[in-house]
T-cell receptor, first 115, second 111 residues
């Protein structure tokens, strides 16, 4: 089972460059999330999606954009990379039904360095 | 602001010792999840506790949800080197797709 697949695993960007972090899940989950994890910190929610065509901002959305054209894919776009965006990015998905918040499945992460 | 505070932030002990880590909040959660994250990997769910006072066991790991559903603890008996990792707690509220994450406890078990 593939689960949640993120690409690339590592990337170095120069300040001002742009890139897209890819995320795909094959579990038919309705909810998908993008988090960033800085050293010694927990997970900060960047954007989330409750289904295809629906996205919304999380706790730290500035400098990022997302789209969700299909259930499976949830790419994260960085338009003008800044050193503050150096972090490890995790994509996750879950099946949420009614009031039940179920397990979040995570990808292996993308380690991004902006220089 | 809903915060989940985990303590200690860092713990290094010898193999065979027991330990407890904590996850505390002033907010009530409908459920609380514990994840373990190994270096270079994403977090993986260990357990979900739902009922106040609930105790769940996973081999040598014992999880407890506080009676008021504001806090939780993870106790490891006879720690092994394979228990090394970052332990994260995450709280969920009714009708809320957003999990509230603690900063984690980094656990190192020395042989």
């Amino acid at each position: 089972n593939a689960g949640v697949t993120q690409t690339p695993k590592f990337r170095i960007l120069k300040i001002g460059q742009s890139m897209t972090l890819q995320c795909a899940q094959d579990m038919n989950h309705n909810y998908m999330y993008w988090y960033r994890q800085d050293p010694g910190m927990g997970l900060k929610l960047i954007y989330y999606s409750v289904g295809a065509g629906i996205t919304d901002k999380g706790e730290v959305p500035n400098g990022y954009n997302v789209s969700r054209s299909t259930t499976e894919d949830f790419p994260l776009r960085l338009e003008l990379a800044a050193p503050s965006q150096t972090s490890v990015y995790f994509c996750a998905s879950s099946y949420v039904a009614g009031h039940q918040n179920t397990e979040a499945f995570f990808g292996q992460g993308t380690r991004l360095t902006v220089v | 602001t809903q915060l989940l505070e985990q303590s200690p932030q860092f713990l290094s002990i010898q193999e065979g010792e027991n330990l407890t880590v904590y996850c505390n909040s002033s907010s009530v959660f409908s459920s609380l999840q514990w994840y373990r994250q190994e270096p270079g990997e994403g977090p993986v769910l260990l357990v979900t506790v739902v009922t106040g006072g609930e105790v769940k066991k996973l081999k040598r790991l014992t999880f407890q949800f506080g009676d008021a559903r504001k806090d939780s603890s993870l106790h490891i008996t006879a720690a092994q080197t394979g228990d090394t990792g970052l332990y994260l707690c995450a709280g969920a509220k009714d009708s809320n797709y957003q999990l509230i994450w603690g900063a984690g406890t980094k656990l190192i078990i020395k042989p």
